[in-house]
C-alpha cells in the first residue's frame, strides 16, 4: 500500500474556510459537518482532513472521523480494537438486532441466513430475480411511457428509474428471499418504507413502530404456519435450492436453542431496512453516472458484463453509504491523536473510497480503473490479487451480508433496463436542480437520498 502523499496544491473553491494553522494547515470548523455546503460535496473537505488530521475529534459531535484508505480498513478488521454498540440507535425501531453484537453470538446468527445471499443458493435464485426485474420493468413502463412532462417539448418516452423501478424492486427482491406469500407482498413496500423513515427518529419513529407492529403480526403468523410446515425456494427447473429465510430462521437453533419470536422478527425487519434504499441508491448512482459519461456508457451497450465493474466503481466513486460508525474497546493512539476507551467513532467509507493514494484521480468515474478490483466481493481484506477493492460494503465480522446479492441485482437489473430502453438519455430539466441550475447531490449525509432519475428513450 502506498505511503500517504499530502497534496502539494492548496484546494480551491472552498467557501467554508476558517483559515489556517501557522504551519499552513486549513483549519476545519466541525459547524461545517452539518452545512449544505459540505453535504453538496464533502471529498474537498474529506481531503483536508486526510491531509492534515487523519484523525480529527470532531468536538461539536463528540466523535472521531477516520478518513485514510489504510486506516479505515484496518480498522473495519479490527475487531479487538472496535465495536459495534453505537448502531443500538436502530434498536427503537427494529428490537435488539445482531448488529450490535460481537464475537461468536454473532457470527452464529449471520450464518443462519448468509447462505442465501451468496454461493449456490443466491446463483439459483438469479433467473427469478432477473423475471422479476422484467415483469416490474414492463408493468412500470406500460403506463409511463407515453407520458410527457413538458407538452411544448417532445421528449419521446419517459421514465423514473427511481419511483417506476428502484424503488420497489430490492424491496420485493428480499421479499422473495426471505418468503414472503404474494398477498403480503402488496404491504411489504409500506412497512418497509415507514420502518425506513422512521430510523431518522422524531415523529416518523412513531410511525415506524405501527408499522414494525404490523410486520410483526404478520410475521407472527407466518412463523406459526411455518413451523408447522416448511416452505421452499425453487430454481428454474422447479428444483428446490432450500428453505426460504423464514422457514430456516424458524427452524434454526443456537446454542440448541430455537430462536425466539422476537429475535427472528428483528433479523427479518433488519434484512428488509438492510437492503432497500441502499440497493437502489445503487442502481440510481450507477445509472446517473453512465447517463453523464456516454462514453463509457456507450462501452457497456457493447459489452453489459461491464456492468460489473461500473458496480465497483460506482460504490467507490459514489457508494450509497457514507460512513459507519464505531465504540473503542480500548484506548488507541493512531498518527499521534489518543482515541479514549469508549469513544464514538466515524469510519468515513466516502473519504476512504476517495483517498488519492490508493485511487488515483479520485474524484472521476472510470469504470476502467487499473488499481480498482471489480471481481466477486470479498469479506475479509482490500487488497485482492493487486489491486485494491473500495469500502462501500465495510469488511470484516460486519461486512455487509447483502453485497453480492445488491451487486447481482443492479447488475441484472441494469442488463434487463439496458434491453428494453433504446438510446437512453438523462432528463435533466425534469429533475430537482439547484439554485445554480446543477443536480442535486446523490447523497445527503451518511445514506443516499437520491430518489429520482428521469430517463428519456425512443
Ligand atoms: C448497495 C447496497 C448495499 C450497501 C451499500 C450496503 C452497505 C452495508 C455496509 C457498509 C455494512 C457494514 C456495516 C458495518 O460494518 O457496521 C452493511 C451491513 C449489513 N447489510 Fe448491507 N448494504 C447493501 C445491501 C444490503 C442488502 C441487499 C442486504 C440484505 C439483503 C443488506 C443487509 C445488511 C445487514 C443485515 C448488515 C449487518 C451485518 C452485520 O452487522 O453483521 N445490505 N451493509
Known sequence: MNEHVINAKPTPGLSFDTGRTASGSPLIDPRLFDSAEFRKDPY????????HYPVYWDKLHNRYLITRYKDVTDAYLDDDAYNTITKGSSNLVNGNTFLELGGREHARRR?????????????????????LALSMLTAAMGPTAEKMLNKDVHYGKVFNLGADFADEFPICVIGEVLGFPDDAKKHFYYWYYTIQQGLKGGEEAKRAMAARKE??????TLIVQRREAPTFLYDEDDQIVGNDVISQLVHAKINGVLLSTPEIISM????VTGGGDTTRG?????????????????AIQDDPELFNSAFHETMRHSSPVGGMSRSTNHEITLHGTTIPKGAWVELVNFSANHDESIFPDPDSFNIFRPELYVGREVQRGFRVNEKYSHVGFGAGS???PGAWIAHQETVIASQVILS?????QLLRNSMTL???GELEPMYVDRLSEMRELWISYD
Not at 123 to 131: F, M, N, Q, S, V
Not at 420 to 424: A, G, L, V
Request: charged residues 25%; proline residues 6%; positive net charge.
Open 268 to 271: 427479518i425487519s433488519v434484512l
Open 420 to 424: 428494453r430502453f433504446k438510446n437512453p
Open 44 to 51: 474537498p473537505y474529506y481531503r483536508i482532513l486526510r491531509d
Open 434 to 436: 439547484n439554485s445554480e
Open 398 to 400: 460486519h461486512f455487509c
Open 111 to 131: 450464518k443462519i441466513f448468509g447462505n442465501h445471499l451468496t454461493g449456490k443458493h443466491l446463483e439459483a435464485r438469479l433467473p427469478a430475480i432477473r423475471r
Open 282 to 298: 445503487a442502481i440510481l448512482h450507477m445509472w446517473r453516472l453512465l447517463l453523464e459519461h456516454p462514453e463509457q456508457f456507450a
Open 215 to 220: 410486520l410483526e403480526d404478520y410475521v407472527c
